[in-house]
């Protein structure tokens, strides 16, 4: 049996702050070759992650390691990789085919015409390569970065937010290319916000919150888990006392917290049979319910008990 | 926003999720609003803050209160000689040194450096990342915008063109073994430098926010006004001195450094120690304040001109 | 290499500022036509320094020269874009070289053809001292480029900081205080054109020859090191 191939990118123990602030916090995983999600609130710092991971900035602990080799301070690693960053910002006088040829001498290429012919093409901007890209909608300026990025056909390709302002029928495209890549045995790192796209997209995930890795995996699998574990239900009641101590009987019920501001935290795995009995427990104890709120529908709950649990 | 089960789970179909939103009691602002003025006063604090460096931490602070220091610690030395002369050789001795007239020959160029620097921050950074539409979609025209971010400038200009003068007057009204009679005798001095300051920090003022007005880019501002005011002087200076005569009078005047300083010198009553070798001087009084008359106001009609048409 | 080098000189020509190159060029020209006709020559000992000294090497020269200087690596920090160059498998100084070889390229000629008319116009057409003003701004623009290049990759302020330095340092305080004469790059090159036409410019309290060349050599290359070793280390916007 062949022993497993050794990661494309190993993250080691990595964390980085600045001042007194802490924006990656000890943060180990490994990126084998497919398409690999970053996935977290903003602010969580992807960003800063990614950047240490392509070697434009330092780490402040800890070792990245890209195709075995320390990334930082290593140019000819670049020959195997494609970085995009989040900025948006090109050089407006260029011709979009200029700067892709650009990129394309700056890796050293032979062939350029040809591999920049190639580049333009996947990305679908032909028509407007021979105009300065000054000219091009936010949308078409991405597309062409994404070019100058794949021009040099790099083994590993690491993407920050590619898909920041792109129109849904862009994001069709870039899904369906990207897909392709990584059929061709590519390894791609992309950092997204957006739920759907890295569920869509990412074969694994790696979810980052507050500048901790909260969890890594197969999309689905991380769902389920967390379906494992207990949802929040929140009372406002007038009562809160004798509402809890009546809510603890319930067998739907794991815990209850009673809030210093009088608040009832209800933890359960079973929502609706919560939703059920409340109503009739207070009754029972003539507790009037003011506001009866599941506390899990929003991302931030969902990052928010991985960070707890 | 709240979500509820309802119901339907139990009879074994999947649940149907419905959506409410509740009234949690928000309300639109019914207070007092303000009228323009209000927001002609956030431009011009907000000038004041950013030229000063305020609330972007300590490296936004370092050129302008650096140049304000030097411009301060000019002052501060002119007032410690006279007090040393006036004790080693008396009264006399100090009457003779540079004084509150000379200050801003001195000191002009370090004014000029410091508007060359901090205009631009003020004025090409909301053109250039488009944050000027922020200002221009609100009741704000663009030359509201332009006439707070200027009066922004003009305080801090004058405030640093005042501090200087206001310690060296204090130094020498200590320095004197009698300062009450100190302040008697030269109390006409406090005005003179007032206005004088006045005088030297609209010019700088106006005419650096002109330059800032029509690059994009703080640092090419920043460069052609400073070769503007530091090249202008050896060329008129070289060329007056070669062609001499009424032509030398005139050419000289297109030094640009020193086109306030003939007011300040008028305002003294005599030119000033750097001043006096220039045969600008020469001309008449009323030529020489209009000449710096068109060089303020004019460079303040095309900079009010420029951002009136501005619209987001 | 050359993809950095034609990227550089597209980013720092613009219209505007060739033409305000030209101008500030043709001053120092204008002034020696002037002088040359004029009934009182003056001598070359004031010549030198009001124009050669003051205008050329202490003014015109670095200003010109940061402004393209500095832009060079500074917009590119500014616009977010280095991380298109610092992300090619290329080593760090040949990113930095072209950047610096550029600006020479922009800035030289305007300062070069400034000098050597100035000088063919003042000097009468003397091959030699011709040949050393022009040397010496050449070799001015090389030092004030590796200079202001390093700093427009250091610092967000670098044209204020640069601007201090020029009006103070090389302005000011060179100019009375002798020792900092042996710290300022417009006694570099002064004392290189002494060195290079010595019976022209009779020799004052300047830089020795020697100890001039040493010095251009020292701080062209020192710049130019320290730039590269800021671009490895610095974290790429």
Redo the contacts between chains.
């Keep these: 049996m062949m022993a497993p191939a050794a990661p494309v990118i190993r993250v080691d123990g990595v964390s980085r702050w600045f001042g007194s602030v802490v924006a990656v916090s000890d943060v180990t995983f490994d990126v084998t070759p497919g398409i690999t999600g970053l996935l977290g609130p903003n602010g969580a710092g992807k960003t800063t992650l990614l950047?240490m991971m392509?070697g434009?900035?330092?780490v402040s602990s800890g070792s990245v390691k890209v195709f075995g080799q320390s990334v930082r301070?290593n140019?000819?690693?670049?020959?195997r990789?494609g970085?995009m960053?989040e900025?948006e910002?090109?050089?407006g006088?260029?011709k979009g085919r200029e700067f892709v040829r650009?990129?394309a001498?700056?890796?050293?290429m032979e062939r350029i015409d040809e591999a920049v012919d190639r580049a333009i093409d996947l990305v679908d901007l032909a028509d407007a390569q021979h105009r300065p890209m000054r000219t091009y909608s936010r949308g078409m300026r991405q597309r062409m970065r994404l070019a100058?990025t794949l021009v040099h056909d790099p083994e590993l390709l690491i993407l920050d937010e590619p898909l920041n302002g792109a129109d849904p029928r862009q994001r069709v495209h870039f899904k369906r290319l990207l897909q392709k890549l990584a059929a061709e045995g590519r390894t791609i790192v992309l950092s997204s916000h957006i739920l759907e796209e890295v569920e869509e997209l990412a074969d694994t995930v790696l979810l980052i919150v507050n500048g901790k890795l909260a969890a890594s995996g197969e999309f689905h699998a991380i769902r389920a888990a967390l379906n494992q574990r207990a949802y929040h239900v929140k009372v406002v009641c007038s009562d809160p006392r004798g509402l809890a101590s009546a809510a603890v009987g319930l067998s739907s019920v794991d815990a209850v917290h009673v809030d210093p501001d009088g608040g009832v935290l209800i933890l359960s795995r079973n929502?609706?049979d919560v939703?059920?009995e409340l109503p009739r427990l207070a009754q029972a104890g003539g507790i009037s319910l003011r506001r009866?709120?599941?506390l899990d529908?929003s991302l931030e709950s969902v990052f928010g008990y991985l960070v707890e649990g | 926003m709240t979500t509820q089960l309802t119901a339907a789970a139990e009879s074994g179909q999947p649940p149907v999720r419905t959506g409410t939103v509740f009234d949690i009691g928000y309300r639109s602002y019914t207070g007092e609003r303000e009228g323009l003025n209000r927001s002609r006063l956030a431009v011009y604090k907000d000038g004041i803050r950013i030229a000063l460096g305020f609330g972007r931490g300590g490296r936004a602070k370092i050129l302008p209160w650096f140049f304000i220091g030097v411009l301060a610690f000019i002052g501060l030395i002119m007032a410690i000689v006279a007090g040393a002369a006036n004790r080693i050789g008396g009264p006399e001795a100090a009457e003779q040194l540079p004084s509150h007239g000379d200050y801003y020959s001195i000191a002009a160029i370090i004014i000029f450096i410091f508007a060359a620097i901090v205009a631009p921050e003020l004025l090409c950074r909301d053109r250039r990342e488009g944050t000027i539409n922020l200002y221009l979609v609100r009741p704000l025209t663009g030359g509201d915008y332009i006439a707070a971010r200027w009066a922004a400038f003009l305080t801090i200009t004058v405030a640093a063109a005042w501090l200087p003068q206001i310690i060296l007057f204090l130094g020498l009204s200590m320095g004197d073994p009698d300062p009450i009679g100190y302040l008697r005798l030269h109390w006409l001095d406090i005005p003179r430098f007032l206005a004088a300051g006045i005088v030297m920090a609209a010019y700088a003022t106006t005419v650096a926010m002109l330059v800032a007005a029509f690059t994009l880019r703080r640092a090419y501002a920043s460069v052609f006004l400073v070769g503007l005011f530091v090249i202008t002087t050896p060329f008129t200076i070289g060329m007056a001195s070669e062609i001499g005569g009424a032509a030398g009078e005139w050419i000289s005047m297109f030094n640009l450094a020193d086109i306030p300083l003939y007011v300040v010198d008028l305002i003294f009553g005599k030119p000033s120690m750097l001043t006096k070798d220039i045969p600008a001087v020469h001309l008449p009084a009323t030529t020489l304040i209009l000449w710096y008359l068109a060089w303020t106001l004019i460079p303040g009609a095309v900079l009010w001109w420029r951002y009136r048409r501005l619209s987001p | 290499m050359g993809a950095v080098y034609s990227l550089t000189l597209r980013q720092l020509s613009g219209k505007w500022r060739l033409v305000i190159m030209t101008v500030l060029a043709a001053l120092p020209v204008l002034i020696a036509v002037l002088m040359l006709h004029s009934a009182h020559a003056s001598s070359v000992k004031n010549f030198e320094d009001v124009v050669l000294s003051t205008m050329l090497a202490g003014s015109i020269a670095p200003l010109v020269v940061l402004a393209i200087g500095a832009a060079a690596f500074a917009n590119e920090v500014e616009d977010r874009t280095l991380a298109n160059l610092t992300l090619a498998p290329i080593p760090r100084w040949k990113i930095v070289l072209p950047k610096l070889l550029a600006t020479i390229t922009i800035a030289g000629p305007f300062v070069a053809v400034s000098a050597l008319l100035t000088s063919y116009v003042a000097f009468l057409g003397d091959a030699r001292a011709v040949l050393a003003v022009t040397m010496s701004a050449l070799v001015g623009v090389a030092l004030y480029a590796s200079a202001f290049v390093w700093l427009g990759l250091v610092s967000t302020q670098a044209i204020g900081l640069g601007l201090l330095y020029i009006v103070l340092w090389e302005g000011f305080f060179s100019g009375f205080v002798s020792g900092i004469r042996l710290l300022s790059i417009r006694y570099y090159a002064i004392g290189l054109m002494h060195g290079l036409d010595p019976r022209r410019f009779a020799t004052g309290n300047n830089v020795s020859f020697g100890a001039a060349i040493a010095l251009c050599a020292v701080v062209f290359a020192g710049f130019l090191l320290l730039a590269v070793r800021r671009l490895r280390r610095m974290d790429v916007p």
Excluded: N
Excluded at chain 1, 75 to 79: H, I, T
Excluded at chain 1, 105 to 108: A, F, N
């Design positions: 950047r392509t434009l900035a330092d301070d140019p000819p690693l670049y020959q990789m970085v960053s900025h910002s090109v050089y006088f260029m650009m990129m001498k700056l890796h050293g100058g929502v609706l939703q059920v009866v709120e599941p529908d």
